[in-house]
């Protein structure tokens, strides 16, 4: 009875209370009693489940720990294996999700998670060849899944041959592609109508790509979250109890902006400098403290009434999360998070940490508009029609101009253009502004193989390359309604 009431709170999704009722339960057992099984086997046992819990809450060092402690009973368990290789790879210990994932290809050679996980591993640290290697094995085992080919394809060019198209054109024709793959199908065809230079045909496929992904694969209510809610409660936030000044020596630079703007090759040439920082990527960890902690009443927020943020437990969480980098309070270390929507928070960031920098990338808002149009980024549920790009960019632009007002000194705005072109004194500008030593030779960061996980990876593994003002004219047309 016990076991299915925790099982319901997790369904309901209320973790919290699901990880109290469960740590009294492991106080309760032996290891040796430790087996225990939830409905249907999805859950192997407590601390797996706890594992499992944390990392729902975003806690990934204590999720780590209870998945350490299941695989000292379970220790061939490649379910389990393959969380801990991915939650080392979330906290940036590459080292270890890489020896891990290797581990569990020798226990079974065609665990699909962690051959695709290994090729993505290798595909963020620009070890190209590796990460085909491994997208190869598994599009071996399973030929017709859209996205071994897709990734391949990315990757290099020549998968984009006559015989794959004639493939993907087959599988469509014989119904044999998942709704959650259609999109996949018109995405690898868009591509292969660029490399002909047949542009409306791109286009075509492109919308229809979008189409399909909005119908099968977005979640629901994270579009909602994105579409209606915190554009219009992110002003309406209310603080409670004053902060503990727990990470008020705390130096962080928070990079904003939107897709597709230089916040990537930003963040990577930040650090080159030699002065000693954490990049942490895209962590959106308050995001997901948000959520976690108020989405509830965020939802419910019919009326747009104010929320009470209390500032008190989101300096915890924000200490919980820092400790999944390795990160202490007595940390003085300058942080560099490349969270874009962060911008909804800026007002929270500063009275949290009461030093933070801002860095908000630019770039020529129509290039801006296709480069995320063409990309079909699958994790921005709002990006999958032009029309909710631009809403959201017009959003965007309206919050950023009323910080310009209020932190002036807070915000330092740097375009794609002026990092694209060289432009030595904007890059020195930026570094003094974030406390960073200048590096002279800020272009050759590629040199670092630097982790990266998001739709950038590829193009900035190869040299900087001047900002070409035309990439996109030819597909400006699909702005001409939206002009006003």
């Given at each position: 009875m016990e076991l299915q009431n925790i099982y319901n709170l997790i369904n309901k999704k209320k973790f919290e209370e699901a990880k109290t009722k469960l740590i009294e339960l492991v106080k309760k057992q032996t290891v040796s009693d430790n087996n225990l099984f939830y409905r249907g086997g999805i859950y192997k046992n407590i601390y797996f489940t706890l594992s499992q819990v944390c990392n729902q809450l975003n806690e990934l060092e204590k999720s780590i720990k209870y998945l350490k402690n299941h695989l000292n009973i379970n220790k061939q368990d490649s379910e389990a294996l393959l969380n801990l290789a991915n939650l080392y790879l979330r906290t940036r210990k590459i080292k270890k999700a890489e020896i891990i994932y290797k581990r569990i290809i020798k226990i079974e050679n065609n665990n699909i998670g962690a051959l695709i996980n290994l090729a993505f591993l290798y595909e963020g640290?620009?070890?190209i060849n590796n990460a085909i290697k491994y997208y190869q094995i598994a599009k071996n085992l399973y030929p017709n899944n859209l996205n071994f080919y897709y990734n391949l394809i990315r990757l290099n060019n020549k998968y984009l041959s006559d015989n794959q198209i004639s493939f993907i054109e087959k599988l469509n024709k014989e119904n044999r592609v998942p709704d959650k793959?259609?999109?996949?199908?018109?995405?690898?065809?868009?591509?292969?109508?660029?490399?002909?230079?047949?542009?409306?045909?791109?286009?075509?496929?492109?919308?229809?790509?979008?189409?399909?992904?909005?119908?099968?694969?977005?979640?629901k209510k994270s579009y909602k979250y994105w579409r209606d809610i915190i554009p219009y409660c992110y002003n309406k936030f209310k603080y409670k109890n004053d902060t503990s000044k727990k990470l008020k020596n705390?130096?962080?630079v928070f990079i904003i902006g939107l897709p597709r703007s230089g916040s990537t090759i930003t963040e990577l040439i930040l650090s080159t400098s030699k002065t000693p920082k954490h990049s942490l990527g895209e962590t959106s960890m308050i995001n997901s403290i948000i959520i976690n902690q108020y989405g509830e009443k965020l939802f419910d927020n019919s009326k747009k009434d104010e929320i009470e943020i209390d500032l008190n437990l989101v300096e915890e969480k924000i200490i919980s999360n820092l400790r999944n980098f390795d990160i202490t309070i007595s940390d003085q270390t300058i942080l560099i998070d490349k969270s874009l929507e962060n911008f909804y928070y800026l007002d929270l960031l500063i009275k949290i940490f009461p030093k933070a920098k801002f860095v908000i990338t630019e770039r020529n808002i129509n290039d801006n508009v296709i480069g995320i149009f063409k990309k079909v980024l699958i994790d921005i549920p709002w990006a999958h029609s032009i029309l909710n790009i631009i809403q959201y960019i017009n959003i965007y632009k309206k919050i950023i101009n009323d910080y310009k007002k209020r932190y002036k000194e807070k915000l330092h705005f740097i375009k794609l253009d002026d990092l694209q072109n060289f432009n030595d004194e904007k890059v020195d500008a930026l570094f003094n502004f974030c406390g960073l030593d200048y590096n002279s030779n800020y272009f050759k960061f590629q040199k670092q193989n630097q982790f990266i996980s998001n739709a950038s990876n590829l193009q900035i593994r190869s040299s900087l390359k001047k900002y070409d003002k035309r990439k996109y004219e030819k597909y400006y047309d699909l702005l001409n309604q939206y002009n006003n």
């Amino acid at each position: 009875m016990e076991l299915q009431n925790i099982y319901n709170l997790i369904n309901k999704k209320k973790f919290e209370e699901a990880k109290t009722k469960l740590i009294e339960l492991v106080k309760k057992q032996t290891v040796s009693d430790n087996n225990l099984f939830y409905r249907g086997g999805i859950y192997k046992n407590i601390y797996f489940t706890l594992s499992q819990v944390c990392n729902q809450l975003n806690e990934l060092e204590k999720s780590i720990k209870y998945l350490k402690n299941h695989l000292n009973i379970n220790k061939q368990d490649s379910e389990a294996l393959l969380n801990l290789a991915n939650l080392y790879l979330r906290t940036r210990k590459i080292k270890k999700a890489e020896i891990i994932y290797k581990r569990i290809i020798k226990i079974e050679n065609n665990n699909i998670g962690a051959l695709i996980n290994l090729a993505f591993l290798y595909e963020g640290m620009g070890k190209i060849n590796n990460a085909i290697k491994y997208y190869q094995i598994a599009k071996n085992l399973y030929p017709n899944n859209l996205n071994f080919y897709y990734n391949l394809i990315r990757l290099n060019n020549k998968y984009l041959s006559d015989n794959q198209i004639s493939f993907i054109e087959k599988l469509n024709k014989e119904n044999r592609v998942p709704d959650k793959d259609k999109y996949l199908s018109d995405l690898i065809l868009s591509k292969n109508y660029e490399k002909k230079k047949d542009y409306l045909n791109e286009i075509k496929f492109i919308e229809k790509s979008h189409e399909k992904f909005l119908k099968f694969n977005v979640n629901k209510k994270s579009y909602k979250y994105w579409r209606d809610i915190i554009p219009y409660c992110y002003n309406k936030f209310k603080y409670k109890n004053d902060t503990s000044k727990k990470l008020k020596n705390m130096n962080p630079v928070f990079i904003i902006g939107l897709p597709r703007s230089g916040s990537t090759i930003t963040e990577l040439i930040l650090s080159t400098s030699k002065t000693p920082k954490h990049s942490l990527g895209e962590t959106s960890m308050i995001n997901s403290i948000i959520i976690n902690q108020y989405g509830e009443k965020l939802f419910d927020n019919s009326k747009k009434d104010e929320i009470e943020i209390d500032l008190n437990l989101v300096e915890e969480k924000i200490i919980s999360n820092l400790r999944n980098f390795d990160i202490t309070i007595s940390d003085q270390t300058i942080l560099i998070d490349k969270s874009l929507e962060n911008f909804y928070y800026l007002d929270l960031l500063i009275k949290i940490f009461p030093k933070a920098k801002f860095v908000i990338t630019e770039r020529n808002i129509n290039d801006n508009v296709i480069g995320i149009f063409k990309k079909v980024l699958i994790d921005i549920p709002w990006a999958h029609s032009i029309l909710n790009i631009i809403q959201y960019i017009n959003i965007y632009k309206k919050i950023i101009n009323d910080y310009k007002k209020r932190y002036k000194e807070k915000l330092h705005f740097i375009k794609l253009d002026d990092l694209q072109n060289f432009n030595d004194e904007k890059v020195d500008a930026l570094f003094n502004f974030c406390g960073l030593d200048y590096n002279s030779n800020y272009f050759k960061f590629q040199k670092q193989n630097q982790f990266i996980s998001n739709a950038s990876n590829l193009q900035i593994r190869s040299s900087l390359k001047k900002y070409d003002k035309r990439k996109y004219e030819k597909y400006y047309d699909l702005l001409n309604q939206y002009n006003n």
